[in-house]
């Protein structure tokens, strides 16, 4: 099982180059993609679900079986394919049972299959206490989770989600990433989110993309690797503040009593007091997404 992304470019109508010659494998496990808004992983994700077509390059989708260009051959993909985007809309007159029963008619589910999986999916998302009330009564969080049962109905091998814990309290983001490992052993998954933690504790590797290019696909732990040495903290008085922070990427200010204590990001000392740090993910994302792509690349 196998998705290849093979120099993809995307151009919209309007001019706007969304995507600039991206390419990348992946394989079974959790794929993290971050990046700044309108870095084009919106766009991506949006090709690899069979919604938009690339102006060039292609997707190729190997199952096992055969080795399918999904701009050619959409059904092979999205009959093992999963999506949530990050605007999910819901029919508020339908209860989640409801809604649920007829998405998996649309995907063709079987009715007594449907059915059994559709109470599990329920038991997963933490719904089924609510799962006969109206959809148009559920908050934020409640729509998401109906969003990400609906997303596992058909048992995809390839699942896609855009920002998936949005709306979620704490306790129903950790139990979203533990469900996100759990289902990865055997499927691809794309994890699209700003919130780095989300990424951090549940992907496999993480692509990093700016300017609708892929800057650097690498493990946490490699990404951790490449900050040896260039993340800082040091201490200036506070009317300094502004002008360094013009000069230097900071990635964290604390006002104490003998000044404003900043956590930069840097190839080199960027104050006479500043104190090396150990590296978070947060700070390598600073840097990376930083980087001209030219370099990166």
Same mark, same amino acid.
């Given at each position: 099982?196998?998705?290849? &992304?093979?120099?993809?470019?995307?151009?919209?109508?309007?001019?706007?180059?969304?995507?600039?010659?991206?390419?990348?494998?992946?394989?079974?496990?959790?794929?993290?993609?971050?990046?700044?808004?309108?870095?084009?992983?919106?766009?991506?994700?949006?090709?690899?679900?069979?919604?938009?077509?690339?102006?060039?390059?292609?997707?190729?989708?190997?199952?096992?079986?055969?080795?399918?260009?999904?701009?050619?051959?959409?059904?092979?993909?999205?009959?093992?394919?999963?999506?949530?985007?990050?605007?999910?809309?819901?029919?508020?007159?339908?209860?989640?049972?409801?809604?649920?029963?007829?998405?998996?008619?649309?995907?063709?589910?079987?009715?007594?299959?449907?059915?059994?999986?559709?109470?599990?999916?329920? @038991?997963?998302?933490?719904?089924?206490?609510?799962?006969?009330?109206?959809?148009?009564?559920?908050?934020?969080?409640?729509?998401?989770?109906?969003?990400?049962?609906?997303?596992?109905?058909?048992?995809?091998?390839?699942?896609?989600?855009?920002?998936?814990?949005?709306?979620?309290?704490?306790?129903?983001?950790?139990?979203?990433?533990?469900?996100?490992?759990?289902?990865?052993?055997?499927?691809?998954?794309?994890?699209?989110?700003?919130?780095?933690?989300?990424?951090?504790? @549940?992907?496999?590797?993480?692509?990093?993309?700016?300017?609708?290019?892929?800057? @650097?696909?690498?493990?946490?732990?490699?990404?951790?690797? @490449?900050?040896?040495?260039?993340?800082?903290?040091?201490?200036?008085?506070?009317?300094?503040?502004?002008?360094?922070?013009?000069?230097?990427?900071?990635?964290?200010?604390?006002?104490?009593?003998?000044?404003?204590?900043?956590?930069?990001?840097?190839?080199?000392?960027?104050?006479?007091?500043?104190?090396?740090?150990?590296?978070?993910?947060?700070?390598?994302?600073?840097?990376? &997404?930083?980087?001209? &792509?030219?370099?990166?690349?």
């Amino acid at each position: 099982m196998r998705l290849s &992304v093979e120099n993809v470019s995307k151009r919209y109508g309007s001019g706007v180059q969304a995507l600039r010659d991206f390419s990348l494998e992946l394989r079974a496990g959790v794929l993290g993609l971050l990046g700044p808004n309108g870095a084009g992983k919106s766009t991506l994700m949006s090709i690899l679900a069979t919604i938009t077509l690339p102006t060039s390059g292609r997707v190729l989708w190997d199952d096992g079986h055969g080795n399918y260009d999904i701009a050619r051959h959409p059904n092979a993909l999205r009959n093992v394919l999963g999506f949530l985007p990050q605007d999910f809309g819901v029919y508020p007159n339908l209860s989640a049972v409801e809604f649920l029963e007829y998405l998996a008619a649309i995907k063709g589910i079987d009715g007594r299959v449907a059915k059994r999986r559709i109470d599990e999916l329920l @038991t997963l998302v933490n719904l089924q206490t609510a799962k006969t009330r109206k959809l148009g009564g559920f908050s934020g969080g409640m729509r998401q989770r109906v969003g990400i049962a609906q997303a596992l109905l058909n048992d995809p091998k390839l699942l896609i989600v855009d920002e998936p814990t949005a709306g979620l309290d704490p306790e129903e983001r950790v139990r979203f990433r533990n469900l996100l490992s759990e289902l990865s052993h055997d499927r691809i998954v794309i994890l699209s989110t700003h919130i780095v933690s989300d990424v951090e504790l @549940t992907a496999d590797r993480i692509a990093l993309v700016g300017n609708g290019k892929l800057i @650097t696909c690498q493990t946490p732990d490699e990404l951790l690797r @490449t900050m040896e040495g260039r993340v800082w903290e040091c201490v200036i008085p506070p009317e300094m503040l502004q002008q360094f922070k013009q000069h230097h990427a900071c990635s964290g200010t604390v006002r104490r009593q003998d000044g404003v204590h900043v956590r930069v990001v840097s190839d080199s000392k960027p104050w006479q007091n500043a104190v090396a740090q150990p590296a978070l993910l947060e700070d390598a994302y600073l840097y990376w &997404v930083n980087v001209p &792509v030219e370099v990166a690349a």
